[in-house]
Each structure stands twice: as C-alpha cells, then as structure tokens.
C-alpha cells in the first residue's frame, strides 16, 4: 500500500489533481464518482462537480418530469481511492439554490458511510430545482 500523507488534523494531504470525483449517471457506483439516485426522480443528473475525496460540492438536479421523488438516499459518493479506515462522519450541507436570492435549507445528512464512500440522505426534493450539496470527510 501507497504511503498516504496526512496532516495533524488527519486528513489526507493530496497533491491538487489526485482523487478527484466525477459526475456519473443514476447509480453508477465506480470509484470516483458521484452520482444520483432514483429517491431523486427517474433521472436525476449531478453537474458542477467540485469535488475530492476530502471533501467538495456538486449539483443535484433532479429529474424535471415523470419522476417519483421520495425522501431518503438521493445521491451517492464513492471515493477514487477508499481510505485506510471508515471516517467518523461525513458533514453534509443541501442547499436549494433554485433562487440565488434565497438559497433554502435542507434537511440532510450523511449514511451508508464506509471507507468506499457514502450516501446523501435528504427530505423529499423539489422537482426541478437545482439543490448545491457540500461534503467534508471527518478522518
């Protein structure tokens, strides 16, 4: 196994450009992707990915029709590279940022979480609107 650098605070030190993830379609599950779930509609897309495995955002859009939204698991992360051991939390923020001039909370938190990535649980989301979700990955 690779030697790992990490800092006092014990998160994984990675050069820019290493563990990066990706946007990958309705439950996809490959190492270094993000993708959304059927609990977010019939096809969800995840966009603006700005993301490693420490931490990032992204965009969840959920579908725009035709969709059967439900409260629970509406997006997933899988890390590029699975760390040594599973975190102590996952912190998750889900914004609805549909009207940039009031972004509006959303209940949600992080589950599923293994040391391969986690699930993004939420209330149920809103059709068509586009919901900014922030992570940080505690070590």
């Known amino acids: 196994m690779a030697f790992v650098p ?5 998160h994984i030190d990675s050069p820019p450009g290493e563990n990066v993830l990706a946007a ?3 439950g996809v599950v490959t ?9 977010a509609g ?3 897309t995840v966009t603006a990915v700005n993301a490693s495995d420490n931490g990032g ?4 859009n959920p579908v725009t029709g035709g ?3 439900a409260a629970g698991a509406t997006s997933t992360v899988v890390f590029a590279q699975s760390f040594r051991r599973t975190p102590k939390t996952v912190r998750v923020t889900v914004t609805d940022i549909t009207t940039a001039t009031t972004p509006t909370a959303v209940a949600a938190y992080a589950t599923s979480i293994t ?11 809103v059709t068509a609107h586009n919901y ?5 990955v505690i070590l």
């Open 31 to 39: 190492a270094g992707t993000i993708s959304g779930s059927t609990s």
């Open 115 to 125: 040391s391969a990535g986690f699930s993004v649980t939420t209330a149920l989301l």
């Open 57 to 60: 955002k992204y965009t969840l």
């Open 67 to 69: 969709g059967a939204q």
């Open 24 to 26: 990958a379609a309705v």
């Open 42 to 44: 019939a096809a969800p």
């Open 132 to 136: 900014q979700i922030d992570f940080e």
């Open 6 to 10: 990490v800092d006092t605070y014990g």
